[in-house]
């Protein structure tokens, strides 16, 4: 019955995608005929529309559309502006300094947004027109700007990293945020070193040294930005309020600081609410589709089906965990970060603890596969921004993206089979 449901489904929605219809509704008609299988018309369309409101019955959730929010103010509020001087003032005068700005700039803006869509295009807007007018070629700066992107995934607070939460059934979020700093460092190092011997070996310009009083004024320009990090995060792990409670303060805080820097207006706002709201529509009915099909995979017993599958072709745990990155990879080049967890989470999380694997490390295990499928073809979510902003064509940036995925995979096989780069943070503040 399992492989008959699996071939069901399967055949089903990648037909539906092939179709060009969206993923959402790709999943809830998916989902819809697989049960028809099973239960009769009438309880399978009532069965899955419970499962769907259900399913969006979840205070957590409500910290998404504060983020989402929190993201569209601080992309117009200027505060990506503050971090590029930040950065500048750092490492600005190094060899390739303007690929290592736009790096920490996209780690530290997606690490106060949560979103890699908002630091692609924030950061890249500004970055873009600059590395050009530095004899930079235009591909080789997308290729960074869109893979640096990714580290706000992993980097707190994440979206992606609350949806993980509510699938696996109530991993702390503090834990999962904790667990994500160290991981999102060395992906963001290794693409600074790739970065680096890149620009050496192509002689790009040296960006000119600025003066011991601009890199302190940039330093406190900055400061109001970094704070919420701190008040955000700080928050959450000392207790002192939940992640709902801190996007909704990251709401608050992210816009006073647009009023302060006197770069969002009252004109404005209405605007940045609506992309908040169309964003946050979207997300939610990918969430309440996904949600139901994770329901129906269950109730076919597809996840049992699955593990006993990958137990009886590979006989040891690294061969096992090699397999489940190998398929995440894969569907995350189809199918969007949010569905994927919350469909393949149910699937490979009882399997990973009856291997011994920590859910929290799993999390960032599956958080960051995914990750890699937002720089890719043909779905790419980041890979499209990033294009769009750097004004270059998708054939163009898919060779300079080639040694920054190399980084990325080297940096995968680190996450997966060093637990301590996930847990250390963790296991520190008791969690």
């Excluded at 219809?21 to 369309?45: M, Q, R």
């Amino acid at each position: 019955m399992a492989a008959d449901s699996i071939l069901i489904l399967s055949i089903i929605f990648v037909t539906l995608i092939a179709l060009r219809v969206p993923i959402a509704f790709s999943i809830g008609l998916a989902t819809l005929a697989t049960i028809l299988v099973s239960v009769e018309s009438l309880s399978a369309v009532t069965t899955i529309a419970q499962r769907m409101a259900t399913g969006l019955d979840s205070f957590t959730l409500l910290a998404i559309p504060f983020f989402i929010l929190a993201g569209q103010i601080m992309n117009q509020g200027g505060i990506a502006k503050r971090l590029i001087g930040l950065a500048k003032s750092l490492v600005g005068m190094l060899p390739g300094g303007l690929a290592y700005v736009n790096i920490i700039a996209a780690v530290l803006f997606g690490a106060i947004s949560g979103s890699a869509v908002a630091a692609a295009s924030a950061i890249g807007g500004i970055m873009a027109p600059q590395m050009k007018r530095e004899g930079y070629e235009p591909e080789f700066g997308a290729a960074v700007n869109i893979t640096s992107s990714t580290t706000g995934l992993l980097i707190p607070p994440s979206n992606v990293l609350i949806v993980y939460s509510l699938a696996s059934g109530g991993v702390s979020i503090a834990a999962l945020f904790l667990a994500g700093y160290i991981p999102g460092i060395l992906v963001a190092f290794g693409l600074m070193l790739t970065s680096g011997y890149i620009a050496f070996r192509r002689k790009y310009k040296i960006g000119e040294r600025i003066t011991f009083k601009e890199a302190v004024f940039q330093f406190f320009d900055a400061i109001p930005s970094l704070l919420l990090i701190i008040i955000v995060i700080g928050g959450i792990i000392a207790g002192i309020f939940t992640a709902t409670e801190a996007a909704a303060i990251a709401v608050l805080y992210a816009l006073v600081l647009a009023f302060y820097y006197r770069e969002l207006t009252f004109k404005k706002l209405p605007d940045v609410l609506l992309d908040s709201v169309k964003t946050t529509s979207i997300v939610m009915l990918l969430i309440a589709t996904s949600v139901a099909m994770s329901w129906v995979l269950s109730f076919e017993n597809i996840p049992q089906s699955i593990s006993e599958g990958l137990l009886a072709l590979f006989s040891s745990d690294i061969a096992i965990l090699l397999a489940i990155n190998l398929i995440l990879l894969v569907v995350g080049a189809f199918m969007d970060i949010t569905p994927a967890i919350l469909i393949f989470t149910p699937i490979f999380l009882p399997l990973a603890v009856e291997m011994g694997i920590d859910p929290v490390h799993f999390g960032i295990i599956i958080v960051f596969n995914l990750t890699v499928g937002l720089c890719t073809p043909p779905v790419g979510t980041i890979l499209f921004v990033g294009c769009s902003v750097a004004d270059v064509p998708i054939t163009k940036v898919i060779r300079p993206l080639l040694p920054m995925f190399l980084v990325m995979i080297i940096s995968l096989l680190l996450i997966t089979f060093i637990p301590k780069l996930s847990l250390f943070l963790p296991g520190i503040f008791g969690y």
